[in-house]
C-alpha cells in the first residue's frame, strides 16, 4: 500500500475503537508475560523489526522468539507510556523502558546494571483479520543495552 493510499485509508470509527481494545489486550498479555495472549493479538505472517539492525522476526514462531529474547534478557522490563496515537492503519506508542539487563541477547552482553531508553513502536493494523501485522521497533540499541 503507497503512503497516499495509507492517508486515505477508509475506516469507520468502531474499527478504532476495536483497534484500541487490541492494543490493549496486547499490553496486558506483555505486562504479564503471557506469550500466547500475545501471538492472539498478532496475523499468522507478522513481522517484528528493530529497525537500522538487521534484527528481524518472520510469522508467529519469530514473534514468540522475539518475545523470549526479550524477556530473557529483561526479565523485569517495563513500559511506561508516554505517547498513544491509534488510527485505521495501526497504533504508534512512545514508551520509556526500563529493566535489569541480566541475559545475553542481540550480540549485546549481559552487564546487570539497569538500562533505560525510549521506544517508538508501530503495531500496523490488518483490516480484514482485525489483527496487528507485528512491530516495527525504533529504539537506539547500542545506547540501550549498553548501559
Same mark, same amino acid.
Do not use: C
Given at each position: 500500500?503507497?503512503?497516499?493510499?495509507?492517508?486515505?485509508?477508509?475506516?469507520?470509527?468502531?474499527?478504532?475503537?476495536?483497534?484500541?481494545?487490541?492494543?490493549?489486550?496486547?499490553?496486558?498479555?506483555?505486562?504479564?508475560?503471557?506469550?500466547?495472549?500475545?501471538?492472539?493479538?498478532?496475523?499468522?505472517?507478522? %513481522?517484528?523489526? $528493530? !529497525?537500522?539492525?538487521?534484527?528481524?522476526?518472520?510469522? #508467529?514462531?519469530?514473534?514468540? *522468539?522475539? +518475545?523470549?529474547? &526479550?524477556?530473557?534478557?529483561?526479565?523485569?522490563?517495563?513500559?511506561?507510556?508516554?505517547?498513544?496515537?491509534?488510527?485505521?492503519?495501526?497504533?504508534?506508542?512512545?514508551?520509556?523502558?526500563?529493566?535489569?539487563?541480566?541475559?545475553?541477547?542481540?550480540?549485546?552482553?549481559?552487564?546487570?546494571?539497569?538500562?533505560?531508553? %525510549?521506544?517508538? $513502536? !508501530?503495531?500496523?493494523?490488518?483490516?480484514?483479520?482485525? #489483527?496487528?501485522?507485528?512491530? *516495527?521497533? +525504533?529504539?537506539? &540499541?547500542?545506547?540501550?543495552?549498553?548501559?
Amino acid at each position: 500500500m503507497s503512503i497516499q493510499q495509507s492517508i486515505q485509508f477508509p475506516f469507520e470509527p468502531q474499527e478504532l475503537a476495536e483497534i484500541r481494545e487490541l492494543w490493549k489486550k496486547h499490553s496486558i498479555a506483555e505486562d504479564k508475560r503471557d506469550i500466547p495472549g500475545l501471538l492472539s493479538t498478532l496475523t499468522d505472517d507478522s %513481522v517484528y523489526e $528493530i !529497525l537500522e539492525t538487521p534484527h528481524r522476526w518472520e510469522g #508467529l514462531a519469530g514473534a514468540q *522468539r522475539f +518475545y523470549e529474547s &526479550l524477556i530473557g534478557a529483561i526479565p523485569d522490563v517495563h513500559f511506561d507510556l508516554q505517547h498513544i496515537v491509534i488510527g485505521p492503519q495501526g497504533v504508534f506508542e512512545e514508551a520509556i523502558v526500563t529493566g535489569v539487563f541480566k541475559n545475553d541477547t542481540l550480540g549485546f552482553k549481559a552487564h546487570g546494571k539497569a538500562v533505560r531508553g %525510549v521506544v517508538g $513502536i !508501530l503495531f500496523p493494523w490488518d483490516a480484514k483479520k482485525k #489483527l496487528f501485522k507485528g512491530e *516495527r521497533i +525504533y529504539i537506539n &540499541l547500542p545506547a540501550f543495552l549498553g548501559g
